[in-house]
């Protein structure tokens, strides 16, 4: 029997226990296991639920537009709606748990957008995007209330919370170009922005809060000075014409400037310092030049030409500045004056250098001691400016130190300059004025009717005809002299030469006594001779006259030889 017929054997059935939980539900508990962690995920990153107010929701849409803090996402806009006075919308804003420590009462929202602000252009990444809200948190060291409702601003705040730096308060009259975000420039290199402006003393002056970052604001000393940089300055002087410009930037958005003094060792500002903001470079250089006095005075006359700013000049040279210019009733002399306040820097006189150690009220009374008093004088016929002027007056009257609230008074003497060529003007028409032209013509009238009367009356007439009679006679003697004085005149010539002949004659005269007995000839050499000898006899006879009146004997017996004589 072949193998095909030995019968095959069958196989045997395996039994397996059977699964409790099919494989098709592995997916979706998978998936719910998913869920359930997303779930918490999302559960455990979810913040609270705030609302912004705005003044309009432009950019903004619900469901899309995100809050975000230094580009990281706090959160989502889930509703925009209007509020019930229909003034601003509210934002619904689901943050995230990141976000709630800064929630905080002094945490700012704005809606950022592209837009130029402070110079720079800002929101460029919403073109894409969409607009979004953003946020700025406090420092920790300033952290306030949690707060959950907020009101939005319509501009981004310009610094963060998070820069290092000062704040600084500058006085001012007038802002200026300066805005929010104008930038502020130490040695033409921006150290720090305008923070914003207070309105104070009933509006009439203005206080920026400007913000210098470190480490630049250790630069701002308790003697700094701070300037409007805005714009271009275009200044005309004998060296020519002086451009100063701060930066294109500070040319359109306006600008803040500041120095501090070389060479001196002052302490650095504090934060909330207040320094003074001057107009311009010149005003703060001019302001630079240490303790200053201020003082007003009272001029007698008009102050037409004077505005604040304008000059005090010292022996033609700056020294100062007017503060005010102003009109008040005197009590005293019963009648409006005009006070004009100003100051002066005495640091710019040299030789008072020793008077600087005196104080205000010393130093102001020693400059009216020695003749100091303040005129009005035109530096321009064309414009009529004028400026104060401190000259020192010879013989000028005692006056002491008066004080006007914080201003020392010092006396005002008559201007100066053209004012004083327009007074003598002013004062010579005015006698030019006073004279009577009437009663000066009716004087010339009478006096050309008196002349009239003279030269055409009976008296003049007479006096002509007298006069006339009287030239008849002189030309009838002057007639006859010509006719008898022909022959004395015709002789003149003869009679000349005859004194000629006599003169030639004496002449010759006067030679011949010269020849003869002049101071050469023999009769003078002879006589020179004869005079030592009739000289030497009258000795003789002298010696013997004197002998004969002692020894009259020696006529007789002769000279005796005794010795004597």
């Known amino acids: 029997m072949t193998d095909r017929g030995v019968p095959q054997q069958m196989p045997t059935a395996s039994v397996r226990a059977r699964r409790t939980i099919p494989l098709v539900w592995i997916v979706p508990a998978l998936t719910a296991l998913i869920a359930l962690w997303l779930a918490w995920d999302t559960w455990s990153k979810k913040g609270p639920v705030i609302t912004v107010s705005f003044e309009t929701a432009a950019g903004l849409t619900a469901g899309q537009s995100q809050l975000k803090y230094k580009n990281v996402v706090m959160g989502t806009v889930k509703s925009i709606d209007v509020s019930p006075d229909l003034t601003h919308v509210v934002a619904t804003i689901e943050t995230t748990r990141d976000a709630e420590p800064l929630l905080t009462d002094k945490t700012i929202f704005w809606v950022v957008k592209p837009e130029l602000f402070a110079g720079s252009l ?49 006085d001012s009259k007038r802002l200026g ?38 480490p630049f604001d250790q630069y701002v000393r308790e003697d700094s000075m701070f300037w409007n940089a805005s714009g271009v300055s275009v200044k005309l002087s004998g060296d020519g014409v002086s451009v100063r ?29 207040e320094f003074r903001l001057y107009h311009n470079f010149d005003e703060a250089q ?104 401190l000259e020192r007056v010879e013989d ?3 006056a002491t130190l008066e004080k006007a609230g914080d201003y020392y008074v010092v006396p005002a003497v008559e201007s100066g300059g053209f004012d004083a060529l327009t007074t003598s003007a002013t004062q010579l028409l005015s006698k030019l004025n006073d004279i009577d032209y009437q ?28 006069l006339e009679a009287t030239m008849i006679d002189v030309r009838d003697i002057a007639k006859k002299l010509d006719v008898e004085g022909t ?29 003869g007995y002049g101071d ?46």
Not at 195 to 200: A, E, H, Q, R, V
Not at 368 to 379: P, V
Not at 522 to 535: E, K, V
Not at 555 to 563: A, E, F, S, V, Y
């Open 286 to 389: 001019a302001a630079g030049f240490g303790r200053q006095i201020h003082l007003v005075s009272y001029f007698p006359g008009s102050v037409a030409g004077l505005a604040v700013g304008s000059e005090v000049t010292l022996h033609g040279l700056k020294i100062g500045e007017v503060t005010d210019v102003g009109l008040v009733y005197d009590a005293k002399l019963q009648r409006i004056v005009a006070p004009v306040h100003y100051r002066v820097e005495a640091g710019r006189v040299a030789n008072f250098a020793s008077l600087l150690k005196m104080d205000s009220e010393t130093l102001a009374q020693e400059m009216i001691k020695r003749g100091m008093r303040a005129t009005l004088q035109s530096t321009s016929l064309i414009t009529g400016q004028k400026v104060v002027a």
């Open 177 to 214: 170009s300066i805005s929010l975000g104008s930038p502020v420039f130490f040695r033409d290199i921006e150290v720090g922005t305008v923070l914003g402006w207070d309105l104070g003393d009933l509006a009439s002056r203005v206080t920026v809060h400007a913000f210098i970052r470190a």
């Open 396 to 398: 000028a009257p005692p």
């Open 520 to 565: 050469d000839s023999r009769f003078r050499r002879d006589l020179d001779r004869l005079l030592p000898q009739l000289t030497d006899a009258a000795r003789s006879i002298r010696a013997l006259a004197d002998l004969l009146s002692r020894h009259p004997e020696a006529l007789i017996k002769g000279r005796t030889n005794t010795g004597k004589e």
């Open 487 to 515: 022959p004395a005149l015709k002789r003149l010539p003869a009679i000349a030469q005859q004194l000629q002949d006599s003169l030639t004659q004496a002449n010759k005269l006067f030679g011949s006594l010269n020849a």
């Open 245 to 273: 410009m701060e930066s294109l930037r500070a040319l359109l958005l306006g600008g803040i400037a500041f120095e501090s003094p070389t060479g001196k060792e002052t302490p650095v500002a504090k934060a909330g310092a």
């Open 122 to 170: 800002t929101g460029l990444e919403t073109l894409l995007s969409g607009s979004y809200i953003g946020m700025r948190p406090v420092a920790e060291k300033e952290r306030g209330k949690p707060q959950r409702h907020f009101v939005g601003q319509q501009d981004p705040p310009v610094l963060q919370a998070w820069a290092k730096g000062t704040t600084f308060k500058l």
């Open 439 to 466: 009663k000066i013509g009716r004087s010339l009238t009478a006096a050309a009717v008196g002349l009239d009367n003279t030269i055409n009356g009976e008296q003049l007439k007479k006096t002509l005809a007298a």
